[in-house]
């Protein structure tokens, strides 16, 4: 007998239908689980971030303040996700090849008269800060997708330390105005410039 794909049947349902169901159910299900896996890898990046950034802002140890708002990982039905993240202070310069380091350049730069930078220059390696995320995520149903185990995006982010060369603080409060003013006592050439140095009345 002959199957008449057009043909309408009041109250009831064709085979090829019922028979589409499962497969249109399967490719449902399998778009979410991929969806899921992207939303997460975004989720991780943006908490990694945010958790650098943090650590970089902080006055006190990096890794102890290496986290953010997480309220809306993990809030979603039928979904297991977890998200971690851990800093480290990181040379920041150690990657230089063509360039050098900002304060042997500065030091290079100064080798005629070395005292200009002595207020400012700073003895310690410049850090960053280097932010290591880990997140997963495993669906609790149907079974064929819980059997897949859980899917792991890891991210990284690299960030300076905010911290701010402040001519207000020392070391840089002397800065560069009281070693160019000494140098100019010693020779009569601050005359040529009456009260342009704050220095000039010390």
């Given amino acids: 007998m002959r199957i008449d ?3 309408r049947r009041k109250g ?16 449902i299900l399998a778009t979410r689980y991929i969806a899921e896996g992207m939303l997460t890898r975004q989720e991780v990046a943006v908490y990694t971030r945010a958790s650098t950034i943090s ?19 993990a809030a979603k039905s039928g ?10 202070r990181y040379r920041a310069e150690q ?19 070395p005292r200009i930078i002595r207020d ?15 997140g997963t995520f495993l669906m609790d149903k149907p079974d064929f997708l819980v059997s897949q185990g859980a899917v792991t ?14 001519h207000g603080k020392t070391p840089f409060k002397s800065g560069h105005d ?16 009456p009260k342009v140095f704050p220095s000039w009345n010390r």
């Fill in 153 to 166: 995006s890891k991210q990284a982010f690299l960030l300076p330390e905010m911290k701010f060369w402040d």
């Fill in 5 to 7: 794909l057009m043909s």
């Fill in 55 to 73: 650590a970089a802002a902080a006055t006190g140890p990096a890794f102890g303040s290496c986290t953010t708002d997480r309220t809306g990982i």
């Fill in 120 to 134: 400012v220059e700073i003895k310690r390696p410049i850090q960053d800060v280097k932010g290591r995320g880990t």
């Fill in 95 to 113: 990657g230089l090849s063509r360039e050098k380091p900002f304060f042997r350049a500065l030091k290079d730069g100064a080798r005629a008269w």
């Fill in 178 to 193: 009281k070693v160019i003013w000494q140098a100019l006592r010693q020779h009569g050439t601050y005359q040529l410039f």
């Fill in 79 to 88: 979904i297991s996700q977890t998200v971690d993240a851990t800093c480290a």
């Fill in 12 to 27: 009831s349902i064709s085979l090829e239908a019922i028979m589409a169901m499962p497969v249109a159910l399967v490719i």
